[in-house]
Nanobody
């Protein structure tokens, strides 16, 4: 079993920045993809960003503002969020999978999930 622990959420004004971190432990393999999803109030969970074997993928809504990176030695993935907007307000979830991270949106059982961290962007 893989454990994922997120940190770094909080309250920020529009235009500000936050960096989320997610540390993996347990039966985690360095070949696993890692990424981020989010769920805004009253909305479905959506894909944000992922790294799969060196390939990087972003949702159109965050391209140019968010950057995903990874420290393989620490089994940690980061999400640097710049130029934040009120519509970025959501609970952000870290994910890890042996397959493509995006596929976890259709079937959450394809990987492991963190507990979520709240990001709130005020106008």
């Amino acid at each position: 079993q893989v454990q994922l622990v997120e940190s770094g959420g909080g309250l920020v004004q529009a235009g500000g920045s936050l960096r989320l971190s997610c540390a993996a432990s347990g039966r985690f393999l360095s070949s696993y993809g890692m990424g981020w999803f989010r769920r805004a109030p009253g909305k479905e969970r959506e894909f944000v960003a992922a790294m799969n074997r060196g390939d990087i993928d972003y949702a159109d809504s965050v391209k140019g503002r968010f950057t995903i990176s990874r420290d393989s030695a620490k089994n940690t993935v980061y999400l640097q969020m710049n130029s934040l907007k009120p519509e970025d307000t959501a609970v952000y979830y870290c994910a890890a999978s042996g397959g493509l991270i995006r596929y976890m949106l259709r079937d959450p059982r394809l990987g492991s999930w963190g507990q979520g961290t709240q990001v709130t962007v005020s106008p």
